[in-house]
């Protein structure tokens, strides 16, 4: 097998179990938004639409980050701002990410040069139905941060 058809192969497998890990009743929402080969720029921001229909439960809120072993940094700081029961009003967190240990490896999980990461990030009950709006920025001091492939946001309700 060659090199190309066993990248591929992985890369196959890899989307393979992501989309079987995203089959679950409680999860309401689960998109991926995918950044440049050339870099995420400092003022571009990702926004991710998720519609809640049930205004009676709470939900879990949680941001995935794929990077490449080529991301520079072994951490990760994004500007996560989602608008409130109003929906006009957006609260900004600043949150960080810790995408490798001290020695330099990679947490998550990983296929080649791909790896994945999860980390909650909030919960909200919205009280009523309508569309949740999340907006996200890297935090780095980089006006152009290279090494990040997907920013992804899940929503899953609690049991």
């Avoid at 809120?61 to 957006?90: A, C, G, K, M, W």
């Avoid at 490798?100 to 009523?128: M, N």
Wanted: charged share 20%; hydrophobic share 35%; glycine share 6%.
């Amino acid at each position: 097998m060659t090199s190309h058809n066993l990248k591929k192969n992985k890369f196959t497998l890899l989307l393979s179990l992501l989309v079987l890990a995203a089959c679950d009743s409680n999860t309401m929402y689960h998109s991926y938004l995918h950044l440049p080969k050339e870099g995420w720029g400092k003022s571009d921001t990702l926004t991710f639409k998720a519609p809640i229909t049930d205004s009676l439960a709470s939900y879990r809120i949680s941001v995935e980050v794929r990077n490449r072993d080529d991301y520079p940094y072994s951490n990760l700081y994004l500007f996560i701002s989602h608008n409130t029961q109003d929906s006009t009003v957006f609260v900004t967190d600043t949150v960080k990410y810790t995408l490798a240990d001290k020695s330099g490896k990679w947490l998550g999980t990983g296929l080649g040069d791909l790896y994945q990461s999860a980390s909650s990030y909030t919960f909200v009950a919205p009280r009523r139905s309508g569309n949740l709006t999340f907006r996200v920025t890297h935090g780095m001091r980089d006006n152009t941060l290279m090494g990040i492939n997907d920013i992804g946001l899940e929503i899953k309700r609690e049991k």
